[in-house]
C-alpha cells in the first residue's frame, strides 16, 4: 500500500492566518491526490480532488498544489468554521489510502 | 443535492456479520462508483471497496475474504457485508459516492454508523 504522511500532526493559528499542510506519498502518485475536511462528528467532505481542483461549493481560501510524492494543501485566511481536521487521500494505487490527518485550531 | 442515508446494527460480537445499508436519495446509481470507508482511532481512514450500479467491484486486499458488497438498484440503495468481525473491525463506517471511473475521490458522504464489536 502507498504511505501517505501528513504534517503537521497538528496547528494552532489565529484567525486570518495562511495555513499549510503538507502530505508526502512514498511512491509517485502524479496528480491522484484529494483533500478532505472532517469537522467534529461529522463524517469528511470532499474540498479538493485531482491535486488543485476545488470541489463545487468550496470556499477559494482553500487550495492545493503538487505532484509526484510532495503536496501542500493551504488556508490562505483561516476562519473560525475551518477548525476541523484535514486529510489528503491517494487514489493512484489500490488500495486508496489516507493520511492520519491535520488537526487545525483557532488560537 | 444527493443524500446517502446509512443504517445497520451497532453492536456485534466476535465472529459475527457486519451488515450495512445505504440509501441514495437525489441520484441514481448509475453512471457513479459508491464506495465503503471506515474510521477508526487505531488506523484512521481505511478505504474498504466500491461497487457500480452494474456490480462491479474493487476491495481492499487486506479485507477481500471478508467483504461483499451489492446493489439494489429497485431500491437505489448499496449493501456491505463483513464476515468474522473481531475487536478490529470496531469503526464508524460510512457509504460515499464516488466517480464514473473507479478509484477516484468520495462525494459526498453518509453520516456514519458506529459499529463495535465486543464480547
Known amino acids: 500500500d502507498i504511505q501517505m504522511t501528513q504534517s503537521p500532526s497538528s496547528l494552532s493559528a489565529p484567525v486570518g492566518d495562511r495555513v499549510t499542510i503538507t502530505c508526502q506519498a512514498s511512491q509517485d502518485i502524479s496528480k491522484y491526490l484529494n483533500w478532505y475536511q472532517q469537522k467534529p462528528g461529522k463524517a469528511p467532505q470532499l474540498l479538493i480532488y485531482?491535486?488543485?481542483r476545488l470541489q463545487r461549493g468550496v470556499p477559494s481560501r482553500f487550495s492545493g498544489s503538487g505532484s509526484g510524492t510532495d503536496f501542500t494543501f493551504t488556508i490562505s485566511s483561516l476562519q473560525p468554521e475551518d477548525l476541523a481536521t484535514y486529510y489528503c487521500q491517494q487514489y493512484d494505487n489500490l488500495p486508496p489510502t489516507f493520511g492520519g490527518g491535520t488537526k487545525v485550531e483557532i488560537k | 443535492q444527493v443524500q446517502l442515508q446509512q443504517w445497520g446494527a451497532g453492536l456485534l460480537r466476535p465472529s459475527e456479520t457486519l451488515s450495512l445499508t445505504c440509501a441514495v436519495d437525489g441520484d441514481s446509481l448509475s453512471g457513479y462508483y459508491w464506495s465503503w470507508i471506515r474510521q477508526s482511532p487505531g488506523k484512521g481512514l481505511e478505504w474498504i471497496g466500491e461497487?457500480?450500479?452494474?456490480?462491479?467491484?474493487k476491495y481492499n486486499p487486506s479485507l477481500k475474504s471478508r467483504v461483499a458488497t451489492s446493489v439494489d438498484t429497485s431500491k437505489n440503495q448499496i449493501s456491505l457485508k463483513l464476515t468474522s468481525v473481531t475487536a478490529a473491525d470496531t469503526a464508524i463506517y460510512y457509504c460515499?459516492?464516488?466517480?464514473?471511473?473507479?478509484?477516484?475521490?468520495?462525494?459526498?458522504w453518509g453520516q456514519g454508523t458506529l459499529v463495535t464489536v465486543s464480547s
Open positions: 460515499a459516492r464516488g466517480e464514473i471511473t473507479i478509484l477516484s475521490w468520495c462525494d459526498p
Open positions: 485531482d491535486t488543485s
Open positions: 461497487i457500480n450500479h452494474t456490480g462491479s467491484t
